[in-house]
């Protein structure tokens, strides 16, 4: 018996009782909804539960844009959060040469102003500003 596809076929050169099979790649399950691959981007590692973090891990596994743009949007974060405003040159070279345009616009975007980016990146030993209060009568 013979089907239409060359690939399928029950019989070949190797006599009528050897027969081809299919390498079938088992499916995906359903990639989830972007917003919730944005939320886990944004969330420290720390905080995704382990199905999140292998599921995240899975999905940029597949697309290196995704992944540049996780590993950076999380270097930023941590950055600003632990109050390391001098690693800020090497991440924004990082951006600057990554295929990720989104990414190398904001880097763009901050060394158009790179002045008044540094002066206001928390630095460890930095006082925050403090609240600017009047003394005039009112």
């Known amino acids: 018996m013979t089907f239409p596809f060359p690939a399928l ?6 006599g009528p009782e050897a ?3 299919l390498n ?3 499916a995906r399950p359903p990639a989830p909804a972007s917003n919730k691959v944005d939320a886990w981007i944004l969330t420290p590692p720390g905080k995704l539960t382990a199905e999140q973090h292998a599921t995240l891990g899975a999905i940029t596994a597949r697309c290196p844009e995704l992944a540049a743009t996780s590993t950076l949007v999380r270097q930023f974060a941590d950055m600003l959060t632990h109050r390391q405003g001098t690693k800020l040159p090497g991440w924004a070279e990082r951006a600057e040469a990554c295929d990720v345009q989104e990414l190398r616009g904001f880097a763009a975007g901050l060394r158009k102003d790179w002045a008044a980016v540094t002066a206001g990146l928390p630095c460890p030993g930095a006082q925050a500003p403090s609240k600017a209060t009047s003394t005039a009568s009112r």
Do not use: F, Q
């Open 9 to 14: 076929s029950l019989e070949d050169e190797a």
């Open 19 to 21: 027969v081809t099979l």
């Open 24 to 26: 079938v790649t088992p």
